[in-house]
């Protein structure tokens, strides 16, 4: 199949998180869904939701798709219209499988040996303890994104290192086969990059941090939230001011608090001058009940109807297949593939 990949005007977004946990996390929102939201009028945008990715590591076939369903409700009750946006579960569009086989057999094994990803999380257990498929989690990641054209991928800054080999994949290809894939670029807003773990601000709020206090889980009750906020880890002295080296504590919470409230890093420091850590706390802790409970409260009326998001989820899939078969298609034929007269016909 030769036909060509329709340009449209708008630039194409695409990006995506796991559903590894039962909700996603503060981080997860700052550090990228909030940017989709914002960014979907302006784009042509594709969300979606990896779940070939979640069973790299440990995973519990009764918790998958509901988990994938709270963060596709998730990805709603932030603001993600299915309407504007394409919207769908990765393996209900069988192409990114079948590109990412493709893209195996151009990554050199010392280039994906070089992930960072890969090496933090076989760091306790050891590579050897690890699968194949985390080791190919970054060329799946490619095919994600190259399977639509894409020329943008907002993410956090933890992500950047994909995104680079995202983009020589790219080019490798298109040198060796003939131009075929857009090379994408990382939207990565600076000031929200990285959210870090509220009990250990060295390290990045996630969904696997060591203390259950460090991370907001955007389900879960409010109160607690507010306590989570309450009992963050601060620094030492006693000024409210950002200073991500001295003060990695406060300069979270600021940050944290800058990006709920859309007051700036400066004009918070100068509203807490000469007041104490606990204010700001109590003030961002009544900020985050805030942000949450709406969001949750939208999450679980969505989940209340599990028929309606799985209906979305199969218009979003087949949307995303009218694209993603398209540039499949001509991957295979650029590769040298015979073509399969049966393949054809469903296409
Ligand atoms: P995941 O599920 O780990 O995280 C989803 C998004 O949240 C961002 N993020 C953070 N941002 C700021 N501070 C933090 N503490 C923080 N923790 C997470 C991540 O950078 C990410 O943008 N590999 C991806 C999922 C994926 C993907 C893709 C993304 C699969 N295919 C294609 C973009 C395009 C991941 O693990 O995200």
Same mark, same amino acid.
């Given at each position: 199949?030769? %036909?060509?990949?329709? !340009?449209?005007?708008? /630039?194409?977004?695409? @990006? *995506? #998180?796991?559903?590894?946990?039962?909700? +996603?996390?503060?981080?997860?929102?700052?550090?990228?869904?909030?940017?989709?939201?914002?960014?979907?009028?302006?784009y042509d945008a594709v969300?979606?939701?990896?779940?070939?990715?979640?069973?790299?590591?440990?995973?519990?076939?009764?918790?998958?798709?509901k988990r994938t369903r709270?963060?596709?409700?998730?990805?709603?009750?932030?603001?993600?219209?299915?309407?504007?946006?394409?919207?769908?579960?990765?393996?209900?569009?069988?192409?990114?499988?079948?590109?990412?086989?493709?893209?195996?057999?151009?990554?050199?094994?010392?280039?994906? %040996?070089?992930?960072? !990803?890969?090496?933090? /999380?076989?760091?306790? @257990? *050891? #590579?050897?303890?690890?699968?194949?498929? +985390?080791?190919?989690?970054?060329?799946?990641?490619?095919?994600?994104?190259?399977?639509?054209?894409?020329?943008?991928?907002?993410?956090?800054?933890?992500?950047?290192?994909?995104?680079?080999?995202?983009?020589?994949?790219?080019?490798?290809?298109?040198?060796?086969?003939?131009?075929?894939?857009?090379?994408?670029?990382?939207?990565?807003?600076?000031?929200?990059?990285?959210?870090?773990?509220?009990?250990?601000?060295?390290?990045?709020?996630?969904?696997?941090?060591?203390?259950?206090?460090?991370?907001?889980?955007?389900?879960?009750?409010?109160?607690?939230?507010?306590?989570?906020?309450?009992?963050?880890?601060?620094?030492?002295?006693?000024?409210?001011?950002?200073?991500?080296?001295?003060?990695?504590?406060?300069?979270?919470?600021?940050?944290?608090?800058?990006?709920?409230?859309?007051?700036?890093?400066?004009?918070?420091?100068?509203?807490?001058?000469?007041?104490?850590?606990?204010?700001?706390?109590?003030?961002?802790?009544?900020?985050?009940?805030?942000?949450?409970?709406?969001?949750?409260?939208?999450?679980?009326?969505?989940?209340?109807?599990?028929?309606?998001?799985?209906?979305?989820?199969?218009?979003?899939?087949?949307?995303?297949?009218?694209?993603?078969?398209?540039?499949?298609?001509?991957?295979?034929?650029?590769?040298?593939?015979?073509?399969?007269?049966?393949?054809?016909?469903?296409?």
């Open positions: 199949m030769t %036909s060509q990949i329709s !340009q449209a005007t708008k /630039k194409r977004i695409l @990006s *995506g #998180a796991k559903p590894t946990a039962d909700s +996603l996390h503060l981080g997860n929102y700052i550090g990228a869904v909030r940017n989709w939201v914002d960014m979907q009028a302006e969300f979606f939701i990896p779940d070939l990715h979640a069973i790299t590591v440990d995973f519990d076939p009764a918790e998958l798709a709270i963060v596709a409700a998730q990805y709603i009750a932030a603001g993600i219209d299915p309407d504007k946006s394409i919207f769908f579960v990765q393996s209900h569009v069988p192409e990114h499988a079948q590109l990412a086989w493709a893209l195996n057999c151009i990554t050199g094994f010392g280039e994906a %040996s070089r992930m960072t !990803q890969f090496k933090d /999380k076989t760091q306790k @257990s *050891g #590579a050897d303890a690890a699968t194949l498929g +985390l080791f190919a989690y970054p060329t799946l990641m490619a095919a994600d994104i190259l399977l639509y054209q894409t020329d943008l991928v907002p993410v956090g800054e933890d992500q950047r290192q994909h995104l680079e080999l995202t983009r020589n994949l790219a080019q490798r290809f298109n040198t060796r086969f003939g131009h075929t894939f857009t090379v994408p670029e990382a939207t990565i807003v600076k000031e929200s990059a990285k959210i870090y773990d509220l009990q250990n601000p060295s390290a990045k709020m996630s969904k696997t941090g060591e203390s259950p206090n460090g991370a907001i889980q955007l389900l879960e009750d409010p109160k607690v939230a507010a306590k989570r906020i309450k009992s963050a880890v601060t620094d030492a002295g006693t000024e409210i001011r950002f200073d991500a080296e001295e003060k990695p504590g406060i300069s979270n919470l600021l940050t944290i608090y800058s990006s709920l409230t859309g007051k700036t890093i400066p004009e918070l420091e100068t509203e807490y001058q000469g007041k104490m850590y606990g204010h700001l706390k109590v003030d961002l802790a009544e900020v985050m009940v805030e942000f949450v409970t709406p969001l949750r409260d939208r999450t679980n009326e969505l989940m209340s109807d599990p028929a309606e998001l799985d209906r979305l989820l199969a218009h979003g899939a087949e949307r995303a297949r009218e694209i993603a078969s398209v540039t499949l298609a001509q991957v295979y034929e650029r590769m040298g593939f015979l073509p399969s007269l049966s393949l054809a016909g469903v296409r």
